[in-house]
């Protein structure tokens, strides 16, 4: 494995103190040590800067940026501006990752030659609740095209958007901060881009923190349907919608109907401004979504099946009308 070569790490921090330490330290414990870590604080609140600052002291390897807020997609496109390894990985300040992970995930690209490499993931709830996402893959083997790979990120099916991935894939691009979801657009562009990524089993630590942006309450919430518009566009650019339109329009329907759930049970609590902003942002993805692409799979569940799907997705009104009658139903769900 070459020992030589320089890992970037960017991290951007928001108002992350409790968990920044544990984040640092994961860096630290890496048994590959030729890394840097770009930390990049959005305008923090708290002493999440302090903390970076005091570990810095110790780590030359660490190095922290200023900005103000203005989101996790600016924050990356910062550190991007101040990298200099052949690699790049990104972070989130309330993560952490397994001591192999660098050097695995280094010694994985280097035996396949891939672009990218695709770790294990971890769902951390607490010390004593961890849930491994169920990746149906040999960490140690197995290899996928970058086609393969785009294709999959419609789901992130057996795959995810913390990789260690060659710094001339990001070449020209920087993190989209049209929406909150704008990044996940970004790491399919990258994903598209690779020749070949290979898995590798270091572990990432995504730890569910219910300050989370995506976890609270927020019309932010509704920026997921426009990112799936401009996933089915960069679909179509590559010319893999025909291999992939059944999967990428069964989750446009899926997240338009999770979308508009989530708005009746939580419109109440958003201004009319943002009430607007949503059910525009819902209406725009219904009119992106090919329900004729879905015609035969709702056939095979009969036939009244096929016909009151069809009633439902003939216009947008018919599907407000509907899913609001079926959300007498699900309304547990999303309270």
């Known amino acids: 494995m070459n020992k030589t070569a320089l890992i970037s790490v960017i991290i951007p921090v928001y108002n992350a103190s409790l968990y920044l330490p544990k984040c640092i330290q994961s860096l630290q414990e890496q048994t590959y040590r030729n890394f840097e870590a770009i930390f990049v604080d959005d305008g923090s609140t708290d002493d999440s800067s302090q903390i970076v600052a005091r570990f810095a002291k110790n780590d030359i ?199 508009y759930y989530y708005y009746l049970a939580h419109k109440n609590q958003l201004s009319e401004n943002e009430r607007r902003y949503a059910k525009n942002a819902i209406m725009r993805l219904f009119h992106c979504m090919d329900p004729a692409v879905l015609f035969d799979e709702y056939k095979t569940k009969g036939r009244l099946n096929l016909l009151f799907f069809k009633f439902k997705t003939r216009s947008f009104s018919n599907f407000k009308i509907i899913s609001a009658l079926l959300f007498l139903k699900m309304r547990k769900y999303y309270v």
């Open 61 to 259: 390897r660490l190095r922290l940026y200023h900005q103000n807020n203005s989101g996790p997609s600016a924050a990356r496109n910062t550190a991007l501006q101040h990298i200099r390894g052949e690699y790049i990985m990104k972070l989130d300040a309330d993560d952490f990752i397994s001591p192999d992970f660098m050097e695995n995930g280094l010694r994985r690209l280097m035996e396949t030659g891939a672009d990218a490499a695709i770790s294990r993931v971890c769902d951390y709830f607490g010390p004593n609740d961890e849930r491994f996402q169920p990746f149906d893959t040999d960490f140690n083997k197995e290899e996928i095209s970058g086609k393969i790979g785009f294709i999959k990120s419609i789901t992130w099916d057996n795959i995810h958007s913390y990789l260690i991935i060659k710094r001339h894939i990001y070449s020209g691009i920087q993190y989209d901060t049209s929406g909150t979801f704008g990044d996940e657009v970004t790491e399919r562009i990258l994903i598209s881009r690779c020749h070949k990524l290979a898995y590798s089993p270091g572990i990432y630590y995504y730890r569910f923190n219910p300050d989370s942006v995506t976890k609270k309450v927020s019309v932010k919430r509704f920026d997921w349907c426009l990112s799936y518009i401009q996933t089915k566009q960069l679909i179509k650019d590559n010319d893999l919608y025909d291999q992939s339109k059944l999967i990428l329009e069964k989750r446009i329907l899926n997240v338009l109907i999770s979308s």
